[in-house]
């Protein structure tokens, strides 16, 4: 069995990468939804939802670096182009939301797929 620098089985430490790069990429989809709906948000919850989504895609950005870095120390590299991002998510992708149940909708969908 081969390790790598930490210690940890050389295969494993592969198959989790791609499964951490995964989710790096849905991540980076959500965080990308995130801060379109919050700046393009309209309608009468404006005020609360324009709030609740800069705290969300303040929350997201954090696990983004928080994933990567994990895949860095398994000694593999984390995906870092919108093409990978694209290619990789299973996260739905929202464009031009400006609608509060849209948005909500979006958020609701994409926080399913995180959760698979």
């Known amino acids: 069995m081969k390790l790598n620098s930490i210690g940890l089985n050389t295969e494993k430490s592969k198959a989790l990468s791609k499964d951490l790069n995964k989710l790096l990429a849905n991540f980076q989809t959500y965080y990308q939804n995130l801060r379109g709906i919050h700046w393009n948000i309209k309608g009468k919850s404006f005020f609360d939802l324009h709030v609740k989504f800069e705290e969300l895609y303040n929350d997201a950005n954090l696990k983004v670096d928080e994933i990567a870095e994990r895949i860095l120390t398994l000694g593999e590299v984390p995906l870092h182009t919108f093409e990978d991002y694209l290619k990789n998510s299973n ?13 909500i909708k979006l958020i609701v969908d994409s926080l399913k797929e995180l959760l698979l």
């Not at 996260?91 to 948005?103: F, Q, R, S, Y």
């Open 91 to 103: 996260v739905p992708i929202g464009k031009n939301v400006t609608k509060d149940e849209e948005a």
